[in-house]
C-alpha cells in the first residue's frame, strides 16, 4: 500500500512557473507507475502527465506538453511536476496517484489505486 501527499500549490499569475510535489510512503514505491491528474471546478479529473516505474516512459496531455515535466527520485520516494508557463486554464486541484502493473492505460484514472488529498493551484490573469 502506498500514501500519498501532495505540496507546492498555490496561487500564481500567468507565465510563473510552479513545482509540486509528492511524497509517497509506503513499501515497493518505485515499483509503482506515478501520475498526476487535475480537477478544475465544473469538470471532470483529467490526465495530466504520467511517469513509468524506473523513469523510463513519460506521457503527457497535449495541453502541458513542452511546459510541465514529470520526474521522480525513487530514493526519496518523490514525485514532481514541474509547471512553467502557467496559464488559466492550468488551474485545477493537481492530485499525485501510484498505479502498479503494466504500463497500459496510465492515462486512465480508474487504473490507479492509490491517490493523494490534492493540492490547488490557481493561475490569475
Known amino acids: 500500500q502506498v500514501q500519498l501527499v501532495e505540496s507546492g500549490g498555490g496561487l500564481v499569475q500567468a507565465g510563473d512557473s510552479l513545482r509540486l510535489s509528492c511524497a509517497a510512503s509506503?513499501?515497493?514505491?518505485?515499483?509503482?507507475?506515478m501520475g498526476w491528474f487535475r480537477q478544475a471546478p465544473g469538470k471532470e479529473r483529467e490526465f495530466v502527465t504520467s511517469?513509468?516505474?524506473?523513469?523510463?516512459?513519460?506521457y503527457y496531455t497535449d495541453s502541458v506538453k513542452g511546459r510541465f515535466t514529470i520526474s521522480r527520485d525513487d530514493a526519496k520516494k518523490m514525485v514532481y511536476l514541474q509547471m512553467n508557463s502557467l496559464n488559466t486554464e492550468d488551474t485545477a486541484i493537481y492530485y499525485c496517484?501510484?498505479?502498479?502493473?503494466?504500463?497500459?492505460?496510465?492515462?486512465?484514472?480508474?487504473?490507479?489505486?492509490?491517490w493523494g488529498q490534492g493540492t490547488q493551484v490557481t493561475v490569475s490573469s
Open positions: 496517484a501510484a498505479k502498479a502493473g503494466t504500463l497500459n492505460s496510465l492515462r486512465d484514472s480508474r487504473g490507479y489505486a492509490y
Open positions: 511517469i513509468s516505474w524506473g523513469g523510463v516512459n513519460t
Open positions: 509506503g513499501r515497493a514505491f518505485s515499483s509503482y507507475h
